[in-house]
């Protein structure tokens, strides 16, 4: 693996968007949305939505991946131009998440530097959201990964993102607090890994209403390592460089 | 010229009731009609980790005073049978020289881009054996890999993107400094007539010029080896000329080509060598001439009346003395006699065509 090659695999990925400040904003905004309904309906619930959309801004365009992969692959076939050339299968992975990246850093510091605007927070603190943050980026990466080597048909690949995204993003308490919920639910709630980032995350902005305890931060940091590893486990499964 | 790879008895076979190579031998077989299509396939097991003496003459090759490999592509009893039980491929073996232009030509499905995709080192085989430049396909792939360049079939350029993107986007991939390839793109762009369009993105180019850029994105690179997939689809018959001419020049230069295409006058102006491919399986291998020869496509003479209304004949004459009987009669009779040289299309179509009705019985 060469860096020049994952850079300029990332930099060729992301080269439309960029070249498109519409679609770049639209990109990057997705995970804001809510917060702006939120803020508008309800101002209270405008910081631990923000805490959200920052755990969700790199994971949204994670989830994309799917579509880069399907593309490349089926589409422009630029994955097979690369195979047959000096160029890494690492490279070609990692360049193709760095692009999701790039797409999603702006939206990642705006929501940040809103928060750390409104709401003090340690150091170490903050490297921990960042780190809820990337670990969220890298497990819903994995998925789009799976996604985009899975599917044979453009419809499934543009539609399948977008569900999973609903479904991990909008639909569990991740910008809405927790307790909205029926008690019964929330254990449920909890099983999905873009809830328990989220609780983490805003229990470290010191927004829950009730603390955590050790354990339950303990637990809560091993379940998201878990999901990550589960998740490239699948990929790895799934990934073929050279077609069996 | 074509050396095709013919397996010669004795045979072991396994205790798993699989055959064994014991022996190959390369054959300087002109133009032959190889295996009948429909005839039961032998099933070989040649593992690349197998290390039968045959692997290691494969492996040498034939090579000139000056070292230089002359076989770049070696291919014995290669098999592809996809995970869901496709059989794509069988026992196709052939061998390509250095800077030789070789068509792959077959109907849609015939196994065209399977047997690319493999040489390509983008598709693992199932059976059998490949090399390039000496290179087992399977072992040693990345090695493999710096020496080719591939423009697969179907391919698209980002709509988004210029032309000079794509083309100075894939040199950086590749490893060229920043000037080298800003430098290589507008050469390649000027090359093939796109220096004018090198800013326009791909959306506002032709079908053509689109083509063109992703043939630039594969030549960049200088590869040795450069398989091409259908790469004249869609082209005006001026862009398909263009890209003929920057074949050809590749050639020249030394570069070897292994081409797919449906456009028999393509294979015509380009074929150095040929294999016709149906149901997986080489239905011919040799030169273009020699397919002619071979599936017994002649001269045709149209013998018709100076003006329109009479009747039309169409004449294969076998022999000079029968062509000069026709023309006689034709000068007596005040008739037309057009001379049509066989085409390489008849002979595809005798060639193939033989197994459709092979199936039909």
Redesign the interface.
């Known amino acids: 693996m060469?860096l020049?090659?994952v850079l300029?695999?990332g930099?060729?990925d992301s080269?439309?968007f960029l070249?498109?400040p519409t679609l770049f904003v639209i990109l990057s905004g997705i995970a804001f949305f809510p917060v702006l309904f939120l803020a508008l309906f309800t101002g209270s619930a405008a910081l631990p939505a923000l805490v959200g959309a920052a755990v969700m801004s790199l994971a949204f365009l994670g989830l994309n991946v799917a579509q880069s992969v399907y593309y490349n692959k089926h589409?422009?076939?630029?994955q097979?131009?690369?195979?047959?050339?000096?160029?890494s299968a690492l490279s070609y992975a990692l360049g193709l998440s760095l692009s999701s990246l790039i797409g999603s850093t702006p939206a990642l510091v705006l929501s940040f530097s809103i928060l750390i605007y409104y709401v003090p927070i340690a150091p170490l603190n903050f490297l921990a959201v960042v780190a809820i943050a990337a670990l969220m980026w890298l497990g819903l990466v994995f998925i789009g990964y799976t996604i985009g080597l899975s599917v044979k048909n453009t419809r499934k690949a543009n539609s399948l993102p977008q569900i999973l995204g609903f479904l991990l993003g909008f639909l569990p308490p991740v910008y809405y607090p927790l307790s909205l919920l029926p008690a019964s639910l929330r254990p449920i709630a909890m099983l999905v890994p873009t809830t328990e980032a989220a609780q983490l995350a805003k229990y470290y902005f010191g927004l829950l209403p009730t603390s955590l305890s050790s354990t339950e931060i303990l637990v809560s940091w091993a379940y998201l390592l878990g999901f990550v590893a589960l998740m490239a486990l699948i990929t790895a499964r799934k990934a073929h460089w050279?077609?069996? | 010229m074509i050396e095709a790879v013919e397996v010669s008895s004795p045979m072991k076979a396994h205790g798993n009731g699989t055959k064994v190579l014991d022996k190959v031998k390369l054959n300087a077989g002109k133009g032959q009609l190889l295996t009948p299509v429909g005839e039961k396939s032998r099933q070989y097991d040649a593992h690349p980790d197998s290390h039968h003496p045959a692997d290691a003459d494969l492996r040498l090759g034939a090579c000139t005073e000056d070292g230089l490999q002359v076989n770049v592509v070696e291919v014995s009893s290669l098999g592809k049978t996809y995970p869901g039980g496709t059989e794509a491929l069988r026992d196709v073996s052939f061998s390509i020289e250095r800077g030789r232009i070789f068509c792959l030509l077959g109907r849609n499905g015939a196994g065209k881009t399977t047997l690319l995709r493999i040489l390509a080192t983008q598709l693992q085989p199932s059976t059998g054996r490949a090399t390039i430049f000496g290179l087992d396909i399977s072992r040693e792939a990345e090695k493999a890999r710096t020496r080719i360049a591939v423009l697969p079939q179907e391919a698209r350029p980002q709509m988004m993107l210029s032309a000079f993107d794509h083309v100075r986007m894939m040199c950086l991939i590749r490893g060229m400094p920043r000037a080298e390839a800003t430098r290589r793109a507008n050469q390649i762009l000027e090359q093939f007539d796109l220096w004018e369009h090198r800013n326009k993105v791909c959306a506002d180019l032709s079908g053509g010029m689109r083509q063109r850029v992703l043939l630039c994105m594969a030549l960049i690179a200088d590869p040795e080896l450069l398989f091409l997939d259908e790469p004249t689809i869609g082209l005006d018959p001026l862009g398909r000329r263009q890209v003929w001419a920057a074949v050809r020049r590749l050639a020249k230069a030394g570069t070897t080509v292994l081409l797919t295409t449906h456009y028999m006058d393509e294979a015509e102006h380009l074929a150095d060598n040929l294999a016709i491919i149906e149901k997986g399986k080489v239905a011919f291998l040799g030169t273009v001439d020699e397919a002619k020869d071979v599936a017994g496509v002649g001269m045709r003479m149209i013998v018709e009346p100076l003006v329109n209304g009479g009747q039309r004949e169409v004449l294969h004459p076998s022999s000079n003395e029968e062509i000069l009987k026709i023309v006689e009669r034709s000068v007596r009779e005040g008739l037309k006699v057009t001379f049509q040289p066989p085409s390489l299309e008849e002979a595809f179509i005798n060639i193939v065509g033989g197994s459709i009705d092979d199936e039909a019985q």
């Open positions: 060469k020049n090659e300029y695999i930099l060729w080269l439309p070249r498109d589409w422009f076939r630029f097979d131009i690369l195979v047959a050339s000096p160029v050279v077609d069996p």
